[in-house]
T-cell receptor
Framework: QQPVQSPQAVILREGEDAVINCSSS?????VHWYRQKHGEAPVFLMI?????EQKGHEKISASFNEKKQQSSLYLTASQLSYSGTYFC???????????FGSGTQLTVLP | DGGITQSPKYLFRKEGQNVTLSCEQN?????MYWYRQDPGQGLRLIYY???????QKGDIAEGYSVSREKKESFPLTVTSAQKNPTAFYLC???????????FGAGTRLSVL
């Protein structure tokens, strides 16, 4: 079942912060975060694994609550380049494949 | 440079025609994936392969077929049985199943 992302869209001014949430009805092994700009390929941002391990970009932070099957992506001091659609992909650990949410469209204005 | 190459960038299909989308990677990754993306939607998994000569159906495999005869190649055929093929198709690969996925630039398929 597809994870639920919220909000669906958010508009920020440069320098403001944003939080994007991803919630699953299944127990999760890992959560992946990607950003996609219009017409381009998704780009990896962060992977959060059960047990607390994280891998990703220095300027991106995220959390993973295993008990609640939820993850949040924190974008601080946003820049114009942060604009795009953010997707979470969840891995329940059985088939080791990702199920993606429908995305959160982030727009950063000058 | 290592990466994933998808071709063509744009493709048009006629009624009743099968078309094949190419995906090649030189990252030495074992796992490869095909996703379909419709406007304003997320990515839906069509097929995936964890190792050469093996592949599994994803959530929307009907009307599609794949092969994995070589580690670096994972072509996707959109058959005439796929009645609504217009979409953006993305290929991805990862070192192993469940690891970080790296995406190609995509193929945009339209129906004439």
């Amino acid at each position: 079942q597809q994870p639920v992302q919220s909000p669906q869209a958010v508009i920020l001014r440069e320098g403001e912060d944003a939080v994007i949430n991803c919630s699953s009805s299944k127990a999760l092994y890992s959560v992946h975060w990607y950003r996609q700009k219009h017409g381009e390929a998704p780009v990896f941002l962060m992977i959060l694994l059960k047990g607390g391990e994280q891998k990703g970009h220095e300027k991106i932070s995220a959390s993973f609550n295993e008990k609640k099957q939820q993850s949040s992506l924190y974008l601080t001091a946003s820049q114009l380049s942060y604009s795009g659609t953010y997707f979470c992909g969840t891995d329940s650990g059985s088939a080791r494949q990702l199920t993606f949410g429908s995305g959160t469209q982030l727009t950063v204005l000058p | 440079d290592g990466g994933i190459t998808q071709s063509p960038k744009y493709l048009f299909r006629k009624e009743g025609q099968n078309v094949t989308l190419s995906c090649e990677q030189n990252l030495n990754h074992d796992a490869m994936y095909w996703y379909r993306q419709d406007p304003g939607q997320g990515l839906r998994l069509i097929y995936y392969s964890q190792i050469v000569n093996d592949f599994q159906k994803g959530d929307i495999a009907e009307g599609y077929s794949v092969s994995r005869e070589k580690k670096e190649s994972f072509p996707l055929t959109v058959t005439s049985a796929q009645k609504n093929p217009t979409a953006f198709y993305l290929c991805a690969s990862s070192v192993a199943a469940g690891d970080i996925q790296y995406f190609g630039a995509g193929t945009r398929l339209s129906v004439l």
